[in-house]
């Protein structure tokens, strides 16, 4: 099983600043790797696959870069409703697996 | 416009079975290249990943958990049910279903292990005596 670690568990942010986000693969997934949201008490939201791929309707303040086992989520400029939590998922390998998530909080 | 809803019982007891029933439109499991997926989340805790269905019938499961699932789909009624049995109360959960939009290559054909596009909004399941 692929084990997807993220890091920090926490960043604390200011509203306007960069956020960086990581998500590391204990093996390679080439560039199958996805970036989710999830708002308390809501559904995940993707908002990245294939690495670097944003969805239709998901803004261009996110972006996403990396393959292998070294991924980066960065939100460019922080709005206040981006203070959540951030799940990467890999989709290279069975099983699925999923990170451990990493919390934005307003520095 | 997918959609995506769960619906089932909000409490089980140790060693019943759970059948979960996800309800979607917007696209149909009839079309190539769709599957739906469940995927669930223990209270503040991160999301696990259980099984998918695909529209050609075939399935995938979490090896961990392979021996006590089973998923299902009606096509006609635009369903797709999920049974867990032998529930234990470290199963309580949000359990989610999701639709994927398989990727597909000319050499290898559609690409079964995929992210999750859109999501239900969820239903709490609690295992308790």
């Known amino acids: ?107 | 416009q997918i959609t995506l809803k769960e619906s089932g019982p909000t409490l089980v007891k140790p060693t019943q079975s759970l059948t979960l029933t996800c309800t979607f439109s917007g696209f149909s499991l009839r079309a190539s290249g769709v599957g739906v997926g469940w995927i669930r989340q223990p209270p503040g805790k991160a999301l696990e990943w259980l099984g998918f269905i695909y529209w050609d019938d075939d399935e995938a499961y979490s090896p961990s958990l392979k021996t006590r699932l089973t998923i299902t789909k009606d096509t006609s009624k635009n369903q797709v049910v999920l049974i867990m049995t032998n529930m234990d109360p470290v199963d309580t959960a949000t359990y989610y279903c999701a639709h994927s939009r398989l990727t597909y290559d000319v050499f290898n054909g559609y690409n079964r292990k995929s992210r999750f596009d859109y999501w239900g909004q969820g239903t709490q399941v609690t295992v308790s005596s």
């Open chain 1, 1 to 107: 099983e692929i084990v997807m670690t993220q890091s920090p568990a926490t960043l604390s942010v200011s509203p306007g600043e960069r956020a960086t986000l990581s998500c590391r693969a204990s093996q390679s997934v080439s560039s199958n790797l996805a970036w989710y949201q999830q708002k308390p008490g809501q559904a995940p939201r993707l908002l990245i696959y294939g690495a670097s791929t944003r969805p239709t309707g998901i803004p261009v303040r996110f972006s996403g870069s990396g393959s292998g086992t070294e991924f980066t989520l960065t939100i460019s400029s922080l709005q206040s409703e981006d203070i959540t939590v951030y799940y990467c998922q890999q989709y290279d390998n069975w099983p699925l697996t999923f990170g451990q998530g990493t919390r934005l909080e307003i520095k």
